[in-house]
């Protein structure tokens, strides 16, 4: 019983939706929530903040912190001017409370200085918050709000090139349940080990800014768009994977981008999660059984062939994810599908309380939740005892580690690439170096279950031409498949 613990070329191009028949029409993004993740110190941020910050002061005998005003100040100037239009924000005092803010750097100081803003007409509301009660999504909105012409004749000669990243987010953090970030103590950020993060992070930061990382268009990539933060749930024993804004970019704007001026390819564990589990909980490197010599993927399953092989894997890793079989049928009731209208792509979302949902359920009923797990035990027996056993959070806790290892080894040789849990992008002519970075990073991560077969993995090129690739891990000889 598995039982989580602490921590000749194929080529193809990309499939077409095929069978697929839900479609969601394109529709606008809504209004976003103002992110304090920019900073500054240009002379009139500066100057915008001591103004701030003494207006402020005016209407407060005591004040708590004081010392720590203008550097929030020009946290908030700084991330107001670059979301250039509306934003929502919500002056709701109880929402900045450690119970049930989402982002650890919305303090009642944050709360305290916007407000001041607004007295000083430098914001102004451009919609008023509409209230549960009255909200068809009986959740409510938060007010939208945009700068005003009094706020940037303050920032005259500011530009993109004086904004940085705020220097305090978090590079390591924790969130419960709710998906809300648990703050840590102050010391937690002077251990070792989170410096180490932090100097890496940095360190991969820079390196794809010296080497010009760009859209399609030739733009360079914000920052904010490539800035990494590894993530745990409930404690630093589950979890533990890697993200960043550019994560959420289809895979047609990921894959045409450059890095140095040259294209960029990218190589995919392949089934990384099953690999993990056979390889660690099982001692071996594929599946037996009764139907293991005509499939070779873990996500086929028999009677569901109609279903694209995204949602099968979503709905596979589903049963990995859940505490229990139980859990794992609810949540896949409440799973829908649909095809972006922009991007073509498939688009799957696992929806909780009465949020609205898009597209169509992967599954009519119960019992046909349940046929599905029963043929998959079927056909998969290696992972029977995987299903509603909770091991999902330790498999991204393990693929995290292998990710971090290829960081560490990316820094050593300067080389510039860009982390999808467990998939890298790097300029095309580092495919062969990339693919012995991995190599190295599952034999030490590993350890003994990553000395022994080799590694299936997929490498697809900037025109979305994908190939096979097995990675020898006993020995240093790394070969395409034929």
Known sequence: MIKPKSLS????????????????????????FLSIRRYSEHPE???????????????????????????????????????????????????????KRKQVWMTNRTLDLFNCMRELKWVKEVKGAIPPYLAKNEIGFSAIYTSTDVFKTLLRSLAKTD???????????????AKQVIEESESFYKLKPYKEHQSLIQAHLERLRRYKTCWADGSEIDPIELLLTRQFTEDFAHGGRWYCNFQNKPKAVRNNITIDGKPVGSLDITQCHPMLILRIFKGKESEDGLFSRHNEDVYQVVGFDHLDRDIRKKAVNTLFNANTEAEAIKSLRNTNWW?????????????????????????????????????????????????????????????GAVTHQVLKFADAIDLPLIPIHEEYLVPEDKQAVI???????????????????????????????????KIKLADSKVGRVS
């Open 9 to 32: 070329s194929n080529v193809s191009k990309k499939p077409s939706a095929g069978t697929l028949q839900g479609y969601r029409e394109a529709v606008s993004d809504e209004v976003v």
């Open 45 to 99: 941020v500066y100057a915008a903040a001591d103004l701030l910050v003494e207006e402020f002061s005016k209407t407060r005998q005591r004040l708590k912190n004081k010392d720590k005003l203008p550097r929030d100040a020009k946290k908030l100037i700084a991330s107001i001017w670059m979301h250039e239009g509306t934003f929502r924000f919500t002056t709701k005092a109880e929402h900045f409370s450690k119970g």
């Open 163 to 177: 904004i940085t990243i705020n220097p305090d987010l978090p590079c390591v953090l924790r969130k419960n349940a």
């Open 339 to 399: 095809i972006d209208g922009i991007t073509s792509e498939v688009e799957i979302e696992t929806y909780r309380g009465k949020k609205k949902r898009w597209g169509s359920p992967i599954f009519k009923d119960d019992d046909e939740v349940k046929k599905f797990i029963g043929n998959f035990k079927l056909m998969h027996p290696d992972f029977v005892d995987a299903v509603g056993s909770g091991i999902g959070l330790q498999l991204q806790g393990f693929d």
């Open 435 to 469: 693919e012995e970075i991995l190599r190295s990073s599952i034999k030490v991560v590993l350890q003994k279950a990553g000395q022994y077969g080799t590694l299936n993995a997929k490498w697809t090129d900037s025109n979305g031409w994908s190939r096979k690739v």
